[in-house]
């Protein structure tokens, strides 16, 4: 079993910061794929920002040159560093982590989801 722990949601004004941070921890393997994902009252989740075993990030296009996805392997943790953030960024915000297990000689796929954080942007 792999559980994550999410971090760092509240209350910013337009234009302020945060840092959301999604610790994963369990029967891990290797780690892949890490996401922050989101979802406003009254629609549908939608992927903000994700980032590969190797480093390399994608993001919505709304969130582009704001946002950055980064990831400590060393720790199973990713982080996502929102800057200039604006109301419309406001949503509960969660975390998608992929990986393997190994357990008596097999392998074992999983993905897993944070709590979620709630992210709310006002002044």
């Known amino acids: 079993q792999v559980q994550l722990v999410e971090s760092g949601g509240g209350l910013v004004q337009p234009g302020g910061s945060l840092r959301l941070s999604c610790a994963a921890s369990?029967?891990?393997?290797?780690?892949?794929?890490m996401d922050w994902f989101r979802q406003a009252p009254g629609k549908e989740r939608e992927l903000v920002a994700g980032v590969t075993s190797g480093g390399s990030t994608n993001y919505a296009d709304s969130v582009k040159g704001r946002f950055t996805i980064s990831r400590d392997n060393g720790k199973n943790t990713v982080f996502l560093q929102m800057n200039s953030l604006k109301p419309e960024d406001t949503a509960r915000y969660y975390c998608?982590?992929?990986?393997?297990?190994?357990?008596?000689?097999?392998?074992?796929?999983?993905?897993?989801w944070g709590q979620g954080t709630l992210v709310t942007v006002s002044s």
């Open positions: 998608n982590v992929n990986g393997t297990t190994r357990s008596v000689g097999l392998l074992r796929y999983w993905s897993a």
């Open positions: 369990g029967s891990i393997f290797t780690v892949s794929a």
